[in-house]
């Protein structure tokens, strides 16, 4: 057994270039990527037809989708930056008053609306069409590869990188019919092309390229498809209390480009009730433990109703559409009566937390029905401020715990008009006091009480009367409607799959020659090509060698002493040369092979 190595041939000896040689092995190698061949750089001709098929080489190659890529990441930042319309309006109103140079300016950019401007469609798009341009005829490639056979034998084996070489008294059909066998019990795709065995392995490397890169343009879709189509909108729900999913019935609401009210799908819930757990001591003390939502939903006109619970960071899904918990609050249930004693006012009214003991504030509006003690039609307002756990007169005015351990409520009431009817956008948690009066006592201080459940105050002069009959828990639901979100995730973890497989599978070739030599005795030949040099070829052939030398040990050399009839016989595997070993001159050069004729489907 003899190994080579690409180097130990005589310069004398090698074929000058351009010849069959080189050629030959210039075909061997070939098509071990599905990559596009560059042309040599050459203008285009003049004429329509002429620049648009060099633009669209351009476009399509590699270092164009590479360029454009990077160029989307980079347009990306400023929406990550720069307040966006779609996303809050009320922060881009405020961007504009605080800046009166850069406000214009972005306006006019686009920089507002980033993702749906001009400049970066553009980009989104031309992306899109360069990673199609470059995959399809790559697909065409490797389906052609796919189909036909692993290529014929390289006329020089002893040129390839991994290589081995060894004499045996089997006869050369039977060393085919053994490598035929290894390698397809190694899973190579392998065939009889002339005097040799061609074999060919991982095609799974082009395969999770072209993955890679497909699942790039069904993210590149989803993700547009789930902007232009996505809603996304917020609605506090008093325990008792139901949600429809129609326009009407949300707090604020917000969605893309294309998206219209008949994409909403159909459903509703009610909020049963609201459990919130906290803990009670330590150094975590008021950190919640349980945040949950028992509702009841139907799905459509005429769905049957069904119970669950919705959880932080566990919505309720239904279809395309998801019902986040995201916030947490009290509604104390107040009951006024008039001058008259007339109930004007019996309902639950939500106030929003302030700190992390939910410390919280709000306004109660009675806009009619309200009269005072002469009979005189007003409006209320009150000013409420809400402890769940209030700490006593000697403690700060903020709740000491998020639970409802003692719960006090502060009111302080106004009348007069609350301008809702001025058509101003006004806040239903604050008051605009500006057409308000306060209400006094005998002493001329505005009055403000504190009450806890089961109390009332009386208005001055006779005005009416506030009742504290209880507390409710609300809850703040999110409901987002994202199409495409499962393609996009699909395509994600394919372009992850895709990647592993293109950077940690190799594709390689193996040929295994087998001739008779002038002595009668066959001349075995091994050789591995890899598409990157790798320490793998060298060993998987030497693993090869060992199986098909199993079948065909190595002969005897002429003249050598006959083995001893006591002693073992050496069947030793050939050892595969790898690029890094020295090179190993054999004492005699092996004889020259015949040319291999290249089978149906071999690279020519």
């Avoid at 648009?52 to 080489?57: I, S």
């Avoid at 919705?310 to 249930?333: C, F, Q, R, T």
């Avoid at 009055?447 to 459940?453: D, G, S, Y």
């Avoid at 594709?507 to 066959?522: E, F, I, L, Q, S």
Wanted: aromatic share 8%; net charge neutral.
């Amino acid at each position: 057994m003899t190994t080579t190595d690409s180097g130990n041939r005589d310069n004398a000896a090698r074929p000058a270039s351009g010849t069959p040689d080189d050629n030959d092995l210039g075909a061997a190698g070939s098509q071990l990527s599905t990559a596009p061949e560059e042309d040599a750089p050459s203008l285009p001709s003049l004429g329509v037809i002429g620049w648009a098929r060099w633009f669209w080489r351009q476009l399509t190659s590699m270092r164009v989708a590479l360029l454009l890529l990077f160029m989307l990441s980079l347009a990306a930042i400023p929406g990550s930056l720069i307040p966006q319309s779609g996303q809050d309006e009320s922060r881009v109103a405020d961007f504009m008053q605080r800046h009166d140079l850069l406000g214009p300016l972005y306006e006019r950019l686009g920089l507002f609306h980033v993702y749906s401007s001009v400049w970066f469609s553009a980009i989104y798009i031309l992306l899109f069409v360069s990673l199609i341009g470059c995959i399809v005829p790559r697909t065409g490639q490797f389906v052609g590869q796919l189909r036909g056979r692993p290529p014929g034998a390289p006329r020089r084996l002893t040129r390839l990188p991994a290589y081995a070489t060894w004499r045996t008294e089997a006869t050369p059909e039977q060393v085919r019919e053994a490598a035929l066998k290894a390698l397809q019990k190694r899973r190579f795709r392998a065939h009889v092309a002339g005097d040799a065995v061609a074999a060919e392995k991982g095609y799974l490397r082009e395969a999770g390229n072209l993955a890679f890169h497909i699942a790039l343009i069904v993210m590149l879709v989803a993700f547009a498809w789930g902007q232009l189509y996505r809603s996304e909108g917020n609605k506090l729900i008093v325990e008792g209390g139901g949600f429809a999913n129609t326009l009407t019935q949300y707090d604020d609401f917000k969605s893309g480009n294309l998206f219209t009210a008949e994409d909403l799908n159909p459903f509703s819930f009610d909020l049963r009730s609201f459990r919130g757990t906290y803990e009670t001591s330590g150094p975590n003390k008021g950190t919640p433990r349980v945040f949950e939502a028992a509702v009841d939903y139907t799905v459509g006109a005429g769905g049957k109703q069904r119970s669950t619970r919705i959880e932080v960071n566990k919505p309720l899904e239904i279809g395309d559409s998801k019902v986040y918990l995201v916030s947490h609050g009290y509604a104390p249930v107040l009951t006024i009566r008039d001058g008259r004693g007339k109930v004007v006012f019996q309902d639950a009214a939500p106030l929003l937390p302030l700190d992390s003991n939910v410390t919280s504030t709000g306004a109660i509006k009675v806009m009619d029905g309200y009269r005072d003690a002469k009979g005189v039609s007003e409006q209320l307002g009150i000013q409420a401020f809400f402890l769940p756990t209030y700490g006593g007169k000697n403690t700060a005015v903020v709740s000491q715990f998020p639970a409802l351990l003692n719960p006090v409520l502060n009111l302080q009431p106004y009348h007069g008009d609350l301008r809702v009817n001025a058509g101003i956008p006004q806040s239903v948690y604050q008051l605009d006091k500006s057409k308000l009066k306060e209400f006094k006592d005998s002493k001329g201080a505005q009055v403000r009480e504190n009450l806890r459940i089961g109390e009332s105050m009386a208005l001055p002069n006779g005005a009416g009367t506030i009742t504290f009959d209880g507390v409710k828990e609300w809850a703040g639901f999110q409901i987002t409607q994202q199409p495409g979100s499962g393609w996009a995730l699909g395509g994600a973890i394919t372009a992850i799959l895709g990647l592993a497989g293109s950077l940690f599978i190799q594709r390689r070739r193996v040929w295994v020659r087998a001739v008779a030599g002038p002595d009668g005795v066959t001349v075995v030949e091994m050789a591995g090509l890899g598409r990157s040099e790798s320490a793998k070829v060298p060993e998987e052939l030497g693993d090869l060698a060992a199986a098909v030398h199993a079948e065909a040990p190595t002969a005897a050399e002429p003249g050598a002493a006959e083995p001893d009839a006591d002693s073992e016989p050496s069947a030793a595997a050939p050892a595969p040369r790898s690029p890094a070993d020295p090179p190993a001159v054999p004492a005699d050069d092996p004889p020259t092979p015949t040319p291999a004729v290249p089978s149906e489907g071999a690279e020519k």
